[in-house]
């Protein structure tokens, strides 16, 4: 099983930026997904959620209306597109992915650093 992250790095304020997270391993159409971030001393923080078919979204409020996640089942994999970046939105981010049904399975990816700054 492998969950990974990628497309972080440092972009200005005002900036975009779209964090890809590739999944194997495991029946990706079986798995909601979400995004997480976390900053040093702080708890990790749930940024988004996304129904396995891709109908339903979820969106942390300090993010609403910036970042859009999306998924593609046959690709097995989800996005974060993260725009009007602030630096307030500096932190690793996360892939997540949990499985509902009985067993409830729960993997995660390993982080890519997103940095906002000028």
């Known amino acids: 099983v492998q969950v990974v992250e990628s497309g972080g790095g440092l972009v200005q304020p005002g900036g975009s930026l779209r964090l890809s997270c590739a999944a194997s391993g495991f029946t990706f159409s079986n798995y909601v997904m979400h995004w997480y971030r976390q900053t040093p001393g702080k708890e990790r923080e749930l940024v988004a959620t996304i129904s396995t078919g891709g109908s339903s979204t979820y969106y942390a409020d300090s993010v609403k209306g910036r970042f859009t996640i999306s998924r593609d089942n046959a690709k097995k994999t989800v996005s974060l597109q993260m725009d009007s970046l602030k630096p307030e939105d500096t932190a690793v981010y996360y892939c997540?992915?949990?499985?509902?049904?009985?067993?409830?399975?729960?993997?995660w990816g390993q982080g890519t650093q997103v940095t906002v700054s000028s």
């Open positions: 997540r992915a949990i499985f509902l049904g009985f067993g409830g399975t729960d993997y």
